[in-house]
């Protein structure tokens, strides 16, 4: 079925990259690197462990995009250098590779990581010698900020926030009419535990029950007889994949009808294959760009070359990596020179970056105002798109 267009808006909109810094031994907090002959980029993502999904599609993106960049004359006059490593989808080993990349690589700018959780892990570090971070797909709600509530001058990111996506699921079940709702939350993630907040509040229906699991369950039968028994028009489910596979063929097998409802966790080629491609029916889930209805020249263009680099389609995860290379070079080449800190005044003054997963600013958080997608699958396949702007908050 076609979706109607919801129109939404966040506090914070969809979000954009993170920055910091780390210490240095020949910085001190210093910010030039100028005088490095290449212009040294980081990537830091879990390229191996359970997160490997993400950081190794985004890594895809990166490199292409710096590939595209330097056979286009690189940045600043000079070759970019990009350097990417593994934290192992492991949070010590992001703090790690982090300082690891400012201290014997002198990278400019960092990309990284994957998930919040490994996101985090990098500020201090880097924000200690002033290098800003861009985040593709970290989407924790208070990334960009301190526990005081203030922004973190280093800190950016390109994909919206849990708070957004939960909201556009919520309205998305409101608008579909559905009357009664269950959620079924990751409890070991701020992740599953914020989204699944979110749509609590946002849903005009009754929430009928909530079932919680931690990370690296496979038995999921006891709560999905819990929510069989309540007969929800919806379920939410508000973590990733990982899980998600799992809990979405273990519902089918028993018979459950209910429409599902998922984050952008889930959106990787993994979760149909966990789930089985006949069980992935009359599911949803928000995504970040699409190649279908609504797709621009730009996401075609970048599609065609990922194909012709990897013999492979991207999903939104190389989408994000792509974009978020191309915001640092952008940046680089507004701020004028291979210095940290103007890198870091250029990211906080994005303005209209037309990337492949849309067109985005950057606000006084630090996190992008732009449009996000809800994915219809049926048989594991992508069948329909729906665009939610940030232009009005339903209620």
Do not use: W
Not at 42 to 57: E, H, K, P
Not at 179 to 201: H, K, M, P, R, V
Request: overall charge negative.
């Amino acid at each position: 079925m076609k979706f109607k267009k919801i129109a939404l808006t966040l506090l914070s909109a969809v979000t954009l990259a993170a920055c910091g810094a780390a210490t240095s031994t020949n910085n001190s907090g210093a910010s030039t690197t100028g005088d490095n002959e290449t212009f040294n980029v980081g990537g830091n993502f879990g390229l191996s462990g359970a997160f490997s999904a993400y950081g190794t599609a985004i890594n895809d993106g990166a490199a292409l995009a710096f590939k595209e960049i330097n056979e286009n004359g690189g940045v600043l006059g000079k070759e970019v250098n990009y350097i990417s490593v593994d934290n192992k989808s492991d949070a010590t080993e992001s703090t790690t590779q982090t300082a690891r990349l400012i201290d014997e690589e002198n990278i400019s700018v960092l990309v990284g990581s994957d998930t919040t959780g490994s996101t985090e892990a990098q500020i201090q570090t880097a924000t200690a010698s002033s290098v800003p971070v861009v985040a593709p797909a970290a989407t924790g709600d208070s990334l960009t900020m301190d526990s005081s509530g203030n922004v973190l001058e280093y800190v950016f990111r390109v994909p919206f926030q849990d708070a957004f996506q939960g909201a556009v699921l919520a309205e998305f079940a409101n608008q579909e009419g559905y009357e009664t709702a269950a959620i079924i939350q990751d409890n070991s993630s701020d992740y599953g535990q914020n989204l699944a907040a979110e749509f609590d509040d946002i849903f005009d229906g009754e929430i009928v029950g909530t079932e919680s699991y931690v990370s690296g369950d496979t038995d999921f039968n006891s709560i999905l007889n819990n929510v069989a028994s309540k007969k929800p028009d919806v379920i939410f489910i508000a973590g990733y994949y990982t899980e998600g596979g799992s809990i979405v063929k273990q519902a089918r097998e028993k018979g459950i009808e209910s429409a599902i409802l998922a984050p952008d966790g889930f959106g990787a080629e993994e979760f149909v294959e966990l789930a089985g491609a006949g069980n992935v029916n009359n599911f949803y889930y928000t995504a970040h760009y699409t190649t279908g209805e609504g797709a621009t020249d730009k996401t075609t263009e970048f599609v065609q070359a990922f194909k012709e680099e990897y013999g492979s389609t991207p999903n939104m995860f190389d989408a994000l990596g792509y974009d978020a290379a191309y915001l640092v070079a952008d940046a680089a080449e507004r701020a004028g020179e291979d210095d940290r800190q103007a890198i870091t005044d250029a990211l906080a003054e994005t303005t209209d970056f037309e990337g492949v997963t849309g067109t985005f600013s950057i606000d006084e958080d630090h996190n992008p105002v732009k449009t996000a997608y809800i994915i219809e699958m049926e048989n594991g396949e992508e069948v329909a798109t729906s665009a939610v702007t940030p232009d009005s908050l339903a209620n």
